[in-house]
C-alpha cells in the first residue's frame, strides 16, 4: 500500500520505507529497518514443535491417573469410617450425603438425638461449614489437575440404583442392606480412569475397588443427582 503525504495535513505523513533506505530520523547506520513478521514455514515449524511436546507431555501427565483415584479414594474411605466410627461410639445414626454435580460429599448426624447434632471439631471441616457439617470437596484436595471426580453412587440391588446418601447405624453397618459404592472418575478421553469404593452393608467397613478404563454397564445410567 502507498502512503501519501498531503502538505499542512497529518493524514499520510508516514511514509512507507524499504529496508537500506535513508533516512534522518533513521537508527545506527543511517537505515530504517523494515517491520519483519513470521513466515508460514516459521509458523508451521512451531505448531509441529508444540504437537511434538504435547505428544510427550500428555501421557506423562495420564501415567499417574492411578495415584491420583488411589489417593482420592484413600480420603472417601476415611471419612466413611469417621463416620461409621461416630455412628458406633454414639449409638445414633451417621449420614454421607453425595452430591456429583459439585464433586462433593458432607457428613451429618441423622439419629433422634438433636444432641449429636452438632459435629465433633475436625481440621478437616470447610471454614464455611455449619456446626453440623462437614464437607469434602474433592476440587479442593491436595492432588494436582486434573482433578478427581464424583462419578456415580450406587447400590447394589440386582440393577444398580443410583443414591445419595450412605446412612451408618448403631452397630456399624449401612442402614441399606445391600452394597454401597462410590465411583470416582480422573481424566478424560483415552486416558480417562474409574475406580470404586464398596461399603459392605454388614460391617459397613469401605475397601477399594480396582482400576478401570470404562463405568460398569448401568452404572452411568443409574448415576442420580441430588
Known amino acids: 500500500s502507498r502512503w501519501w503525504h498531503r502538505p499542512g495535513s497529518l493524514v499520510g505523513s508516514r ?7 535513508r ?12 517491520d519483519r513478521g513470521f513466515t508460514l514455514i516459521e509458523v508451521l515449524l512451531t505448531i509441529a514443535i508444540l504437537a511434538i511436546i504435547a505428544a510427550a507431555i500428555i501421557p506423562q501427565l495420564s501415567s499417574d ?8 479414594a484413600q480420603v472417601v474411605v476415611a471419612d466413611l469410617e469417621y ?6 461410639a454414639n449409638n445414633s445414626t451417621y449420614r454421607v450425603t453425595f452430591d456429583c454435580d459439585q464433586d462433593l460429599y458432607y457428613l451429618q448426624h441423622a439419629g433422634v438425638n438433636n ?16 456446626p453440623d457439617r462437614q464437607t469434602t470437596d474433592l476440587a ?15 447400590r447394589n440391588a ?16 449401612t442402614v441399606s442392606q445391600v452394597e454401597s459404592v462410590v465411583w470416582l472418575e480422573c481424566g478424560s478421553g483415552e486416558y480417562q480412569r ?6 459392605n452393608p454388614v460391617t459397613g467397613v469401605a475397601e477399594v475397588g480396582s482400576l478401570l478404563t470404562e463405568l460398569p454397564a448401568g452404572v452411568s445410567a443409574a448415576a442420580i443427582t441430588p
Not at 491417573?65 to 482420592?72: I, K, S, V
Not at 452438632?118 to 470447610?126: C, E, K, M, T
Not at 440386582?158 to 453397618?173: H, K, M, N, V, Y
Open 65 to 72: 491417573l492411578p495415584e491420583r483415584l488411589d489417593a482420592a
Open 158 to 173: 440386582g440393577l444398580p440404583q443410583g443414591i445419595t446418601t450412605i446412612d451408618f447405624a448403631p452397630l456399624g453397618g
Open 115 to 130: 444432641l449429636l447434632d452438632v459435629l465433633p471439631g475436625s481440621p478437616f471441616r470447610q471454614n464455611d461449614d455449619p
Open 194 to 199: 474409574f475406580i470404586s469404593i464398596h461399603v
Open 140 to 154: 479442593e484436595l491436595p492432588i494436582p489437575e486434573p482433578h478427581v471426580q464424583l462419578a456415580a453412587v450406587i
Open 15 to 21: 511514509v512507507r520505507q524499504s529496508a537500506g533506505t
Open 23 to 34: 533516512s534522518p530520523q533513521s537508527g545506527e547506520g543511517g537505515f530504517v529497518q523494515a
Open 83 to 88: 463416620a461409621r466410627s461416630l455412628a458406633v
